[in-house]
């Protein structure tokens, strides 16, 4: 007897459950944008993304950066749409960054004019210019690469190498047991 009253309080709850869900589902409000496509701008070259006005024959044209700009908008949005617009906003930015500085944002004050061997010192010697000033630096590879100060005034491609020059004059010069 008692299996059946609970089977019933089971099922009773369980169909006022249903109905709930049903109600909560009929009185939920849908966003108020939808992205139904992306597209190229011919005028800027831009990605835009097309909006679709709920409810609505209107499409809007935007870019990710104007969206995720406006807090007012992207709220009308769906979570996962958020996380589109989000997205190829933050990949617009890194690519952009990326164009404006493409090797790195170093500041860079010395430039490697000539790398040559010094049969006196029995060393490889470098030749460097100061790019602010008109005056020639000649050092051998060893001191600069001493030198953290020096390296970090230099562009990545000439810190590489010089790095490289020193390990191999350092592999060189190791004696042999």
Known sequence: MKRIQLQSV?????????????????FQ???LYKIVGKEICKD????????QVYGKNVFLRMT???LAADDKMLSGFSPLDVRTITYFACKEHIESNAQ???HSNRN???RVIAMTFSRRHKKQMLVIEQENKAEI?????????????????????????IG?????EATLDKPKS
Do not use: C, W
């Not at 709850?13 to 109600?23: C, D, E, G, M, V």
């Not at 490289?164 to 191999?168: D, L, M």
């Open 64 to 66: 990710s950066k104007e």
């Open 10 to 26: 089971i099922d009773y709850f369980s169909t006022l459950l249903k109905h709930y869900q049903a109600i909560q589902q009929k």
């Open 100 to 102: 404006k500085a493409p």
């Open 44 to 51: 800027t070259s831009n990605e835009l993304f097309v909006i």
């Open 137 to 161: 630096i000649s050092d051998s590879v060893a001191n600069i690469s001493k030198n953290p100060e020096m390296i970090d005034g230099f562009s990545s491609r000439d810190a590489h190498r």
């Open 164 to 168: 490289y020059a020193a390990g191999i």
């Open 29 to 31: 409000i849908p966003s």
């Open 108 to 110: 860079v004050l010395y």
